[in-house]
Protein backbone atom coordinates (compact mmCIF):
# COMPACT_ATOMS: atom_id res chain seq x y z
CA UNK A 1 0.00 0.00 0.00
CA UNK A 2 1.21 3.41 -0.81
CA UNK A 3 -0.18 6.79 -0.71
CA UNK A 4 0.93 9.55 -3.62
CA UNK A 5 -0.23 12.93 -1.87
CA UNK A 6 0.31 16.72 -1.15
CA UNK A 7 -0.62 17.42 -4.63
CA UNK A 8 -3.57 19.71 -6.21
CA UNK A 9 -5.92 16.54 -6.72
CA UNK A 10 -8.01 16.83 -10.10
CA UNK A 11 -9.92 13.49 -9.83
CA UNK A 12 -12.12 13.43 -12.86
CA UNK A 13 -14.45 11.68 -11.28
CA UNK A 14 -18.41 12.56 -11.70
CA UNK A 15 -18.33 15.31 -9.21
CA UNK A 16 -15.57 16.99 -10.82
CA UNK A 17 -13.53 16.77 -7.62
CA UNK A 18 -10.93 19.17 -6.95
CA UNK A 19 -8.62 18.60 -3.58
CA UNK A 20 -6.10 21.37 -3.14
CA UNK A 21 -3.67 18.86 -0.44
CA UNK A 22 -5.00 15.91 -1.70
CA UNK A 23 -3.96 12.49 -1.64
CA UNK A 24 -4.18 9.02 -3.91
CA UNK A 25 -4.59 5.78 -1.45
CA UNK A 26 -3.19 2.71 -3.46
CA UNK A 27 -3.53 -1.01 -2.59
CA UNK A 28 -2.10 -3.37 -5.13
CA UNK A 29 -3.75 -1.86 -8.53
CA UNK A 30 -6.71 -0.44 -7.33
CA UNK A 31 -7.28 3.02 -5.89
CA UNK A 32 -8.17 2.37 -2.21
CA UNK A 33 -9.26 5.99 -1.44
CA UNK A 34 -9.11 9.67 -2.10
CA UNK A 35 -9.00 12.49 0.51
CA UNK A 36 -7.02 15.24 2.29
CA UNK A 37 -2.90 14.29 2.57
CA UNK A 38 -3.04 13.91 6.77
CA UNK A 39 -5.99 12.82 6.76
CA UNK A 40 -4.85 9.75 4.62
CA UNK A 41 -1.70 9.40 6.08
CA UNK A 42 -3.36 9.05 9.52
CA UNK A 43 -5.54 6.83 8.29
CA UNK A 44 -3.41 4.67 6.77
CA UNK A 45 -0.23 4.85 8.74
CA UNK A 46 1.61 1.90 7.46
CA UNK A 47 1.22 2.82 4.09
CA UNK A 48 4.63 4.51 1.77
CA UNK A 49 4.31 7.78 1.40
CA UNK A 50 4.89 9.26 -2.51
CA UNK A 51 5.49 13.34 -2.39
CA UNK A 52 3.93 14.75 -5.08
CA UNK A 53 5.51 18.23 -3.48
CA UNK A 54 2.11 20.45 -4.26
CA UNK A 55 2.13 19.61 -8.28
CA UNK A 56 -0.63 18.24 -10.04
CA UNK A 57 -1.96 14.96 -9.47
CA UNK A 58 -4.76 13.39 -12.03
CA UNK A 59 -5.33 10.09 -13.77
CA UNK A 60 -3.81 9.14 -16.35
CA UNK A 61 -4.76 10.04 -20.41
CA UNK A 62 -6.56 7.63 -22.20
CA UNK A 63 -5.66 7.46 -25.65
CA UNK A 64 -8.99 6.03 -27.75
CA UNK A 65 -7.37 5.54 -30.87
CA UNK A 66 -3.85 5.11 -31.77
CA UNK A 67 -1.64 3.77 -34.53
CA UNK A 68 1.90 1.99 -33.14
CA UNK A 69 3.01 0.85 -37.04
CA UNK A 70 3.01 4.68 -38.39
CA UNK A 71 6.55 5.00 -36.09
CA UNK A 72 9.42 4.66 -38.66
CA UNK A 73 7.11 7.28 -40.75
CA UNK A 74 9.56 9.95 -38.95
CA UNK A 75 11.46 11.39 -41.48
CA UNK A 76 10.90 8.92 -44.42
CA UNK A 77 12.43 9.75 -47.96
CA UNK A 78 9.92 10.77 -49.97
CA UNK A 79 9.80 8.36 -53.16
CA UNK A 80 6.64 9.97 -55.30
CA UNK A 81 4.96 13.59 -55.79
CA UNK A 82 3.16 14.97 -53.12
CA UNK A 83 -0.30 13.58 -51.87
CA UNK A 84 -3.23 15.72 -53.40
CA UNK A 85 -5.71 13.93 -51.78
CA UNK A 86 -6.61 11.47 -48.70
CA UNK A 87 -6.58 8.46 -51.29
CA UNK A 88 -3.09 9.32 -52.46
CA UNK A 89 -1.16 9.70 -48.98
CA UNK A 90 -3.01 6.37 -48.26
CA UNK A 91 -1.45 4.68 -51.48
CA UNK A 92 1.77 6.79 -51.39
CA UNK A 93 2.69 6.57 -47.80
CA UNK A 94 1.20 3.90 -45.07
CA UNK A 95 -0.03 1.12 -47.53
CA UNK A 96 3.76 1.18 -48.62
CA UNK A 97 5.01 1.77 -45.23
CA UNK A 98 3.01 -1.32 -43.90
CA UNK A 99 3.81 -3.74 -46.61
CA UNK A 100 7.30 -4.00 -45.51
CA UNK A 101 7.44 -4.53 -41.81
CA UNK A 102 8.58 -7.77 -40.01
CA UNK A 103 7.58 -8.60 -36.86
CA UNK A 104 10.89 -7.18 -35.52
CA UNK A 105 9.67 -3.63 -36.78
CA UNK A 106 6.19 -4.14 -35.62
CA UNK A 107 7.98 -4.64 -31.99
CA UNK A 108 10.28 -1.61 -32.46
CA UNK A 109 7.37 0.37 -33.95
CA UNK A 110 5.18 -0.28 -30.78
CA UNK A 111 7.71 0.18 -27.86
CA UNK A 112 8.90 3.55 -29.05
CA UNK A 113 5.49 5.48 -28.92
CA UNK A 114 4.07 3.65 -26.49
CA UNK A 115 7.38 4.89 -24.13
CA UNK A 116 6.51 8.12 -25.29
CA UNK A 117 2.85 7.36 -24.21
CA UNK A 118 4.39 6.68 -20.63
CA UNK A 119 6.55 10.27 -20.81
CA UNK A 120 3.24 11.94 -21.99
CA UNK A 121 1.03 10.74 -19.00
CA UNK A 122 -1.34 8.63 -21.47
CA UNK A 123 -1.79 4.82 -19.35
CA UNK A 124 -4.71 3.24 -21.33
CA UNK A 125 -3.73 2.86 -25.35
CA UNK A 126 -6.56 1.33 -27.95
CA UNK A 127 -4.20 0.50 -30.75
CA UNK A 128 -5.30 -0.24 -34.43
CA UNK A 129 -2.72 -2.28 -36.27
CA UNK A 130 -1.42 -3.50 -39.70
CA UNK A 131 1.70 -5.04 -40.99
CA UNK A 132 0.02 -7.11 -43.79
CA UNK A 133 3.03 -9.42 -44.53
CA UNK A 134 4.07 -9.78 -41.18
CA UNK A 135 0.28 -10.66 -40.05
CA UNK A 136 0.47 -13.83 -37.61
CA UNK A 137 1.65 -13.08 -33.88
CA UNK A 138 1.82 -9.27 -34.58
CA UNK A 139 -0.35 -8.57 -31.53
CA UNK A 140 1.41 -10.83 -29.62
CA UNK A 141 4.34 -8.77 -30.14
CA UNK A 142 2.77 -5.52 -29.46
CA UNK A 143 1.48 -6.92 -26.35
CA UNK A 144 4.95 -8.09 -24.69
CA UNK A 145 5.67 -4.07 -25.58
CA UNK A 146 2.63 -2.89 -23.89
CA UNK A 147 3.55 -5.27 -20.91
CA UNK A 148 7.33 -4.59 -21.24
CA UNK A 149 6.41 -0.49 -20.63
CA UNK A 150 3.67 -1.30 -17.79
CA UNK A 151 0.63 0.36 -19.72
CA UNK A 152 -3.01 -0.68 -20.19
CA UNK A 153 -3.97 -1.67 -23.97
CA UNK A 154 -6.58 -2.38 -26.43
CA UNK A 155 -5.06 -4.30 -29.25
CA UNK A 156 -6.40 -5.43 -32.10
CA UNK A 157 -5.28 -6.04 -36.28
CA UNK A 158 -6.96 -3.93 -39.20
CA UNK A 159 -8.60 -6.83 -41.52
CA UNK A 160 -8.76 -5.43 -45.66
CA UNK A 161 -8.64 -6.91 -48.78
CA UNK A 162 -6.26 -5.14 -50.20
CA UNK A 163 -3.54 -7.53 -49.99
CA UNK A 164 -5.51 -10.72 -51.52
CA UNK A 165 -7.83 -13.18 -49.79
CA UNK A 166 -4.85 -14.92 -47.93
CA UNK A 167 -3.66 -11.84 -46.19
CA UNK A 168 -7.24 -11.31 -45.30
CA UNK A 169 -8.04 -14.55 -43.85
CA UNK A 170 -4.93 -14.51 -41.60
CA UNK A 171 -6.13 -10.80 -40.50
CA UNK A 172 -9.45 -12.49 -39.37
CA UNK A 173 -7.27 -15.64 -37.85
CA UNK A 174 -5.01 -12.76 -35.81
CA UNK A 175 -8.18 -11.04 -34.53
CA UNK A 176 -9.99 -14.12 -33.64
CA UNK A 177 -6.50 -15.36 -31.86
CA UNK A 178 -6.03 -12.50 -29.84
CA UNK A 179 -9.05 -12.49 -28.30
CA UNK A 180 -9.07 -15.94 -27.27
CA UNK A 181 -6.23 -14.95 -25.69
CA UNK A 182 -7.31 -12.19 -23.48
CA UNK A 183 -10.67 -13.80 -23.10
CA UNK A 184 -8.37 -16.61 -21.31
CA UNK A 185 -5.53 -14.88 -19.35
CA UNK A 186 -5.97 -11.38 -18.36
CA UNK A 187 -6.39 -11.58 -14.66
CA UNK A 188 -4.46 -7.75 -14.19
CA UNK A 189 -7.13 -6.29 -16.57
CA UNK A 190 -4.03 -5.15 -18.42
CA UNK A 191 -5.04 -6.02 -21.63
CA UNK A 192 -8.14 -5.74 -23.82
CA UNK A 193 -9.00 -6.51 -27.40
CA UNK A 194 -11.09 -6.04 -30.63
CA UNK A 195 -11.99 -7.14 -33.84
CA UNK A 196 -9.85 -4.85 -36.06
CA UNK A 197 -11.47 -3.97 -39.66
CA UNK A 198 -9.85 -1.05 -41.88
CA UNK A 199 -11.87 0.97 -43.52
CA UNK A 200 -15.63 -0.24 -45.53
CA UNK A 201 -13.65 0.84 -49.16
CA UNK A 202 -11.06 -1.59 -48.57
CA UNK A 203 -13.51 -4.53 -47.65
CA UNK A 204 -15.51 -6.50 -49.54
CA UNK A 205 -19.74 -8.01 -48.33
CA UNK A 206 -18.00 -11.30 -48.26
CA UNK A 207 -15.13 -10.43 -45.75
CA UNK A 208 -17.50 -8.07 -43.93
CA UNK A 209 -19.73 -10.77 -43.16
CA UNK A 210 -16.62 -13.52 -42.48
CA UNK A 211 -15.47 -11.10 -39.85
CA UNK A 212 -18.64 -10.35 -38.24
CA UNK A 213 -19.39 -14.18 -37.90
CA UNK A 214 -15.47 -14.58 -36.08
CA UNK A 215 -16.17 -11.67 -33.95
CA UNK A 216 -19.86 -12.70 -32.68
CA UNK A 217 -18.36 -16.27 -31.98
CA UNK A 218 -16.02 -14.74 -29.47
CA UNK A 219 -17.94 -11.81 -28.38
CA UNK A 220 -16.36 -9.05 -30.10
CA UNK A 221 -17.43 -5.54 -31.41
CA UNK A 222 -15.25 -3.87 -34.13
CA UNK A 223 -12.35 -0.87 -34.76
CA UNK A 224 -13.02 0.37 -37.66
CA UNK A 225 -11.67 3.77 -39.37
CA UNK A 226 -15.11 5.07 -40.50
CA UNK A 227 -16.17 7.63 -43.19
CA UNK A 228 -12.62 9.27 -42.86
CA UNK A 229 -12.51 11.00 -45.98
CA UNK A 230 -14.71 11.38 -49.09
CA UNK A 231 -13.19 8.44 -50.87
CA UNK A 232 -14.55 5.85 -48.20
CA UNK A 233 -18.23 7.50 -49.21
CA UNK A 234 -17.76 7.00 -52.69
CA UNK A 235 -16.91 3.58 -52.55
CA UNK A 236 -19.66 2.59 -50.49
CA UNK A 237 -22.07 4.33 -52.69
CA UNK A 238 -20.83 2.27 -55.55
CA UNK A 239 -20.93 -1.15 -54.22
CA UNK A 240 -23.93 -0.98 -52.01
CA UNK A 241 -26.13 2.21 -52.65
CA UNK A 242 -26.03 2.66 -49.30
CA UNK A 243 -23.21 5.53 -46.95
CA UNK A 244 -20.61 4.06 -44.89
CA UNK A 245 -22.82 3.99 -41.29
CA UNK A 246 -25.36 2.47 -43.47
CA UNK A 247 -23.34 -0.31 -44.63
CA UNK A 248 -21.36 -1.15 -42.07
CA UNK A 249 -25.00 -1.26 -39.80
CA UNK A 250 -26.13 -3.55 -42.85
CA UNK A 251 -23.43 -6.22 -41.83
CA UNK A 252 -23.78 -6.17 -38.12
CA UNK A 253 -20.30 -3.90 -37.33
CA UNK A 254 -22.20 -1.44 -35.43
CA UNK A 255 -23.15 -1.70 -31.56
CA UNK A 256 -21.51 -0.68 -28.18
CA UNK A 257 -18.38 -2.57 -28.27
CA UNK A 258 -17.44 -1.00 -31.64
CA UNK A 259 -15.41 2.03 -32.53
CA UNK A 260 -16.14 3.92 -35.46
CA UNK A 261 -13.07 6.10 -35.81
CA UNK A 262 -13.22 9.32 -37.73
CA UNK A 263 -16.89 9.50 -38.70
CA UNK A 264 -16.12 12.85 -40.85
CA UNK A 265 -18.14 12.74 -43.66
CA UNK A 266 -21.54 11.59 -42.08
CA UNK A 267 -24.83 12.72 -42.40
CA UNK A 268 -27.90 13.03 -39.84
CA UNK A 269 -29.17 9.98 -40.65
CA UNK A 270 -26.24 8.20 -40.19
CA UNK A 271 -25.91 10.19 -37.01
CA UNK A 272 -28.70 8.90 -35.71
CA UNK A 273 -27.95 5.10 -36.44
CA UNK A 274 -25.06 5.52 -34.47
CA UNK A 275 -26.98 6.94 -31.79
CA UNK A 276 -29.35 3.93 -32.01
CA UNK A 277 -26.71 1.50 -31.64
CA UNK A 278 -24.91 2.30 -29.15
CA UNK A 279 -22.01 2.53 -31.27
CA UNK A 280 -18.63 4.44 -29.94
CA UNK A 281 -16.74 7.37 -32.07
CA UNK A 282 -13.88 8.38 -31.83
CA UNK A 283 -12.72 11.98 -32.95
CA UNK A 284 -8.83 12.81 -34.34
CA UNK A 285 -8.57 16.62 -35.03
CA UNK A 286 -5.28 16.48 -35.90
CA UNK A 287 -4.84 13.24 -37.94
CA UNK A 288 -8.01 15.14 -39.51
CA UNK A 289 -6.37 18.29 -40.48
CA UNK A 290 -3.25 17.00 -41.29
CA UNK A 291 -4.87 14.75 -43.60
CA UNK A 292 -7.22 17.28 -44.61
CA UNK A 293 -10.35 15.48 -44.96
CA UNK A 294 -12.42 17.55 -43.18
CA UNK A 295 -14.25 18.68 -39.59
CA UNK A 296 -15.97 15.67 -38.40
CA UNK A 297 -19.49 16.92 -36.76
CA UNK A 298 -18.54 16.52 -33.39
CA UNK A 299 -20.88 18.72 -31.81
CA UNK A 300 -23.81 17.49 -33.60
CA UNK A 301 -22.68 13.64 -32.94
CA UNK A 302 -22.71 14.39 -29.12
CA UNK A 303 -25.63 16.41 -28.87
CA UNK A 304 -27.49 13.28 -31.09
CA UNK A 305 -26.10 11.27 -27.64
CA UNK A 306 -23.44 9.51 -29.65
CA UNK A 307 -20.56 8.74 -27.01
CA UNK A 308 -17.69 10.25 -28.99
CA UNK A 309 -13.84 9.56 -27.28
CA UNK A 310 -11.05 11.41 -28.38
CA UNK A 311 -7.45 10.17 -29.58
CA UNK A 312 -4.43 10.60 -32.20
CA UNK A 313 -4.39 8.61 -34.79
CA UNK A 314 -0.81 8.19 -34.42
CA UNK A 315 -0.74 12.23 -34.89
CA UNK A 316 1.16 12.09 -31.62
CA UNK A 317 1.32 10.52 -28.46
CA UNK A 318 0.56 13.77 -26.43
CA UNK A 319 -2.91 13.80 -25.63
CA UNK A 320 -2.85 17.03 -24.29
CA UNK A 321 -2.03 17.90 -27.47
CA UNK A 322 -5.19 16.29 -28.92
CA UNK A 323 -7.42 18.47 -26.38
CA UNK A 324 -5.74 21.44 -27.77
CA UNK A 325 -5.99 21.18 -31.22
CA UNK A 326 -9.42 19.78 -30.96
CA UNK A 327 -10.27 22.84 -28.70
CA UNK A 328 -8.99 25.47 -31.03
CA UNK A 329 -10.08 23.00 -34.60
CA UNK A 330 -13.99 23.33 -33.49
CA UNK A 331 -13.95 26.89 -32.83
CA UNK A 332 -12.03 27.51 -36.10
CA UNK A 333 -14.85 25.82 -38.33
CA UNK A 334 -17.43 27.62 -37.70
CA UNK A 335 -15.90 30.20 -36.60
CA UNK A 336 -17.33 30.60 -33.21
CA UNK A 337 -15.01 31.57 -30.43
CA UNK A 338 -17.44 30.25 -28.13
CA UNK A 339 -17.72 26.70 -29.71
CA UNK A 340 -16.33 23.16 -28.11
CA UNK A 341 -15.65 24.13 -24.77
CA UNK A 342 -17.54 21.96 -22.83
CA UNK A 343 -17.31 19.60 -25.58
CA UNK A 344 -13.82 18.39 -25.72
CA UNK A 345 -13.91 17.54 -21.78
CA UNK A 346 -16.30 15.69 -22.41
CA UNK A 347 -14.81 13.64 -25.18
CA UNK A 348 -11.13 13.09 -23.49
CA UNK A 349 -12.40 12.51 -20.03
CA UNK A 350 -16.14 11.43 -19.81
CA UNK A 351 -16.21 9.94 -22.94
CA UNK A 352 -12.70 8.28 -23.52
CA UNK A 353 -13.52 6.75 -19.90
CA UNK A 354 -17.16 5.50 -20.71
CA UNK A 355 -15.19 3.65 -24.40
CA UNK A 356 -12.49 2.21 -21.32
CA UNK A 357 -15.27 0.61 -19.13
CA UNK A 358 -16.72 -1.29 -21.66
CA UNK A 359 -13.11 -3.14 -22.51
CA UNK A 360 -11.40 -3.01 -19.03
CA UNK A 361 -13.00 -4.83 -16.06
CA UNK A 362 -12.53 -1.55 -13.33
CA UNK A 363 -12.71 1.97 -14.04
CA UNK A 364 -9.77 3.94 -15.60
CA UNK A 365 -9.69 7.75 -15.83
CA UNK A 366 -10.55 8.98 -12.56
CA UNK A 367 -9.15 8.79 -9.42
CA UNK A 368 -12.27 6.93 -6.83
CA UNK A 369 -12.04 4.13 -4.95
CA UNK A 370 -11.82 1.02 -7.04
CA UNK A 371 -11.04 2.51 -10.17
CA UNK A 372 -7.60 1.37 -11.36
CA UNK A 373 -4.31 2.83 -9.94
CA UNK A 374 -3.51 4.87 -13.38
CA UNK A 375 -2.40 7.96 -12.49
CA UNK A 376 0.47 10.98 -13.02
CA UNK A 377 1.80 13.49 -11.41
CA UNK A 378 2.63 17.08 -13.71
CA UNK A 379 4.83 19.86 -12.99
CA UNK A 380 2.49 22.53 -12.82
CA UNK A 381 1.42 25.19 -10.32
CA UNK A 382 -0.94 27.00 -10.78
CA UNK A 383 -0.88 30.58 -11.63
CA UNK A 384 -4.53 31.19 -10.68
CA UNK A 385 -6.83 28.92 -8.21
CA UNK A 386 -7.81 26.09 -9.49
CA UNK A 387 -11.84 24.20 -8.37
CA UNK A 388 -13.99 21.66 -9.75
CA UNK A 389 -16.13 24.53 -12.53
CA UNK A 390 -12.86 25.76 -14.02
CA UNK A 391 -9.73 22.84 -13.85
CA UNK A 392 -10.26 21.99 -17.49
CA UNK A 393 -8.86 25.84 -17.89
CA UNK A 394 -5.70 24.91 -16.29
CA UNK A 395 -5.56 20.86 -18.09
CA UNK A 396 -6.50 23.46 -21.73
CA UNK A 397 -4.29 26.07 -21.32
CA UNK A 398 -1.66 25.30 -18.36
CA UNK A 399 -0.84 21.21 -19.16
CA UNK A 400 1.06 19.46 -21.49
CA UNK A 401 2.69 15.78 -22.15
CA UNK A 402 6.55 17.17 -21.31
CA UNK A 403 5.30 18.31 -18.16
CA UNK A 404 4.42 15.19 -16.52
CA UNK A 405 6.89 14.18 -14.26
CA UNK A 406 5.56 10.33 -12.52
CA UNK A 407 3.41 8.06 -14.76
CA UNK A 408 1.48 5.13 -12.08
CA UNK A 409 -0.17 2.63 -13.77
CA UNK A 410 -1.80 -0.68 -12.21
CA UNK A 411 -0.26 0.40 -9.35
CA UNK A 412 3.39 0.70 -10.32
CA UNK A 413 5.69 3.43 -11.12
CA UNK A 414 6.86 3.27 -14.50
CA UNK A 415 8.45 6.59 -14.88
CA UNK A 416 9.51 8.59 -11.90
CA UNK A 417 11.03 12.13 -12.02
CA UNK A 418 11.33 11.79 -16.07
CA UNK A 419 12.85 8.71 -15.92
CA UNK A 420 11.93 5.39 -16.96
CA UNK A 421 12.19 2.67 -15.02
CA UNK A 422 11.18 -0.39 -16.12
CA UNK A 423 13.03 -0.14 -20.44
CA UNK A 424 15.85 2.34 -21.78
CA UNK A 425 14.82 4.48 -24.12
CA UNK A 426 17.91 5.50 -25.56
CA UNK A 427 18.60 1.66 -26.27
CA UNK A 428 15.06 1.13 -27.96
CA UNK A 429 15.63 4.12 -30.05
CA UNK A 430 19.10 3.08 -31.15
CA UNK A 431 18.10 0.10 -32.59
CA UNK A 432 15.14 1.46 -34.07
CA UNK A 433 17.28 3.90 -36.19
CA UNK A 434 19.15 0.84 -37.42
CA UNK A 435 15.54 -0.79 -38.29
CA UNK A 436 14.65 2.02 -40.11
CA UNK A 437 17.59 2.50 -42.73
CA UNK A 438 15.97 -1.06 -43.74
CA UNK A 439 12.62 -0.49 -43.74
CA UNK A 440 13.34 2.89 -45.90
CA UNK A 441 15.39 0.72 -48.31
CA UNK A 442 12.11 -1.87 -48.73
CA UNK A 443 9.65 0.83 -48.99
Known amino acids: ?33 VGET ?5 KYPQAEFMDAKGKVIMPGMINAHHHFYST ?40 LPIIDCVKCGVTTIFDHHASPFAVKGSLDIIAKAAMENGVRACLCYELSDRDGEKISQEGIEENVAFLKRVADNNEDGMLAASFGLHASFTLNDDTLKKAKEAADAVGS ?10 E ?30 HCVHVNDDEIKLLAETGTNVVHNPESNMGNA ?10 DAGVTVGLGT ?25 SASWAEVPQMAFANNQKIAAKFFPNPVGKLAPGAYADMIVVDYHPWTPVHSGNYYGHILFGISGRAVETTIINGKVVMKDRELLLVDEAEVAAKARELAVKVWERF
Not at 38 to 42: D, G, R, V
Not at 221 to 230: L, S, W, Y
Not at 237 to 261: C, D, H, M, Q, Y
Not at 324 to 331: P, S, W
Open 221 to 230: GFHIHTAEGP
Open 38 to 42: EAMKA
Open 72 to 111: FARGIPSKGKPAKTFGEILEGLWWRLDKVLTLDDVYYSAM
Open 1 to 33: MFILGNGLVITLDENSTVLQNGAVVVEGNLIKE
Open 313 to 337: DGFTSDMFESIKVANVLHKHAPQDP
Open 232 to 261: DVEDSLKRSGKRVVERLNSFGILGPKTLAI
Open 293 to 302: VGVSPVKKML
